[in-house]
């Protein structure tokens, strides 16, 4: 019989049965926690309906979680699984988990300190940090509040402009950032009915668009100077348009004119073609995954191309509506030979998001194929209700969740979970 080896997540665990408060966002449960947040957001209920909500019907985003549950887990017993890591390394890098925080934009509307918290809270968790080019603080800042050992990666929505374009690259390189990731499905903005309805669009009001105003390309096109602000919380989009329109305030004036110009260039419309990753290419030097792949052939287009990894992704169901789940999307990726062995030899590294809400889902993700997961809406729950500390238990329990319920499948290393899902899982139809 084995001894028990202490890690950071079982001390975790220990320790939640120790304490004598409650957890900062009142529960463990993930949907207790989405509630949770809601109720504090209701206020401001445009916000948390930007951040949370889908496009069209919502199908897509429903879709992805129904996918996770036609996926049972079968668990083997045993096996010695007393001692356990989850360590894993990625393009020649070792993280603690593969876990890491998906990119999200304007964390600004749902917390006074936005960005900064969510990178401090990865930093203190030992996770991976994807900055998002919507964030509401500069890429300077998010580095900062990240410090000189959190990891992180840079997520682009690709300028219409070179010259932008370079300049974001360059400076996410000088701030730290060993990655890039290139998000494919949002060239503009998907149908989301809950933002139509109110005309809730925060770039338009200067929100979300830091990374431009502190970008002194884009600035010195306009005829300004670089500024690394920090937005107001809450945020009120109809107190700047009414500063704007009907008093003719200039600083409110020109945040709405930048702001139109930056989703003018971020979210342009002009959709990009395969032959122009090989500008990216040319400028990045690193690592470039990209994020929106749910086609077999695109991913084994992105080999052909030399690019490094992929995000199997839907955007959480935000651009497309009646798309198929990710996690199923997944499965017919990871059926391609061709993937498989780029992946074997180290060619193209498989990463997933979309649907993760526990340690469970990691698990089945991971067994399904994926190297890493992505997690999104549950830590901006946690950010909306109690800031970094808020985000730090969302990333604490869900790699402890996995930590836990691998031992509990028969598996001490989570290595060993990729590309099992002919022994772990079984697809049980609705």
């Known amino acids: 019989m084995s001894t028990v080896q202490s ?22 449960a993930v949907k207790e926690i989405e509630d949770t947040a809601r109720e504090v957001m209701k206020d401001h209920l445009p916000a948390y309906m930007y951040t949370f909500g889908s496009a069209g019907t919502c199908s897509t ?41 998906a990119p999200i934009g304007v964390q600004g509307i ?31 800042d998010v580095a900062k509040a990240n410090g000189p050992n959190g990891q992180r990666w840079y997520q682009l929505y690709w300028p219409r402009t070179d010259e932008i374009t370079i300049s974001l ?6 701030a730290g950032f060993s990655a890039l990731v290139i998000t494919l499905d949002t060239m503009l903005l998907g149908w989301r009915p809950h933002d139509l309805d109110t005309a809730y669009i925060p770039f338009f009001y200067g929100v979300g668009i830091q ?21 107001k919380f809450p945020f009120k989009p109809e107190e700047i348009r009414d500063a704007a329109l009907k008093e003719g305030d200039a600083n409110a004036k020109k945040a709405m004119k930048l702001g139109k110009e930056w989703l003018g260039q ?44 992929i995000i199997v992704s839907n955007h959480g169901g ?8 990710s996690l199923d999307a997944l499965a017919k990726i990871m059926r391609s030979q061709k993937i498989i062995q780029a ?58 969740d996995m930590h836990i319920t691998m031992g509990l499948c028969g598996y001490s290393d989570v290595n060993d979970l990729i590309g099992k899902r002919d022994e772990l899982l079984e697809l049980v139809d609705d």
């Not at 930093?123 to 300077?140: D, H, V």
């Not at 105003?213 to 300004?224: I, N």
């Not at 526990?358 to 698990?363: A, E, L, R």
């Not at 808020?390 to 329990?397: N, R, S, T």
């Open 110 to 140: 749902l917390h006074a300190d936005g960005e900064l918290a969510t990178a401090r809270a990865a930093a203190a968790c030992g996770i991976p940090y994807i900055m998002s080019s919507a964030s509401s603080r500069s890429i300077e």
């Open 343 to 400: 992946q074997a030899k180290g060619d193209l590294t498989v990463l997933f998001d979309s649907g993760i809400r526990t340690g469970s889902d990691v698990i089945k993700a991971m067994a399904m194929g994926a190297q890493g997961v992505l997690i999104a809406r549950p830590y901006m729950y946690g950010l909306a209700t109690a800031g970094q500390a808020g985000v730090e238990q969302i990333l604490m329990q869900t790699v402890t």
């Open 318 to 325: 935000r651009q497309v509506d009646g798309a198929i789940g």
């Open 7 to 28: 890690t950071q997540w079982m001390k975790y665990f220990g320790d939640i049965y120790g304490r004598e408060k409650s957890p900062v966002l009142g529960s463990f």
């Open 211 to 231: 990374v431009g105003l502190s970008d002194p390309v884009f600035m010195k096109q306009h005829g300004y100077e670089p500024v690394h602000e920090t937005t």
């Open 266 to 309: 971020t979210n342009s419309g002009s959709f990009r073609s395969w032959e122009d990753l090989q500008f990216i290419k040319d400028h990045w030097d690193g690592p470039i995954i990209l994020k929106g792949i749910q086609r077999t052939s695109d991913a084994e287009k992105a080999i052909d191309m030399g690019i490094h990894g």
């Open 61 to 101: 985003d429903a879709e992805n979680r129904r996918a996770f549950n036609r996926w049972k887990i079968v668990p083997a017993m045993l096996r010695d699984c007393t001692n356990r890591s989850v360590e894993t390394t990625i393009f020649g890098q070792k993280f603690n988990a593969p876990l890491f925080i």
């Open 169 to 174: 690259l360059n400076r996410a390189k000088a």
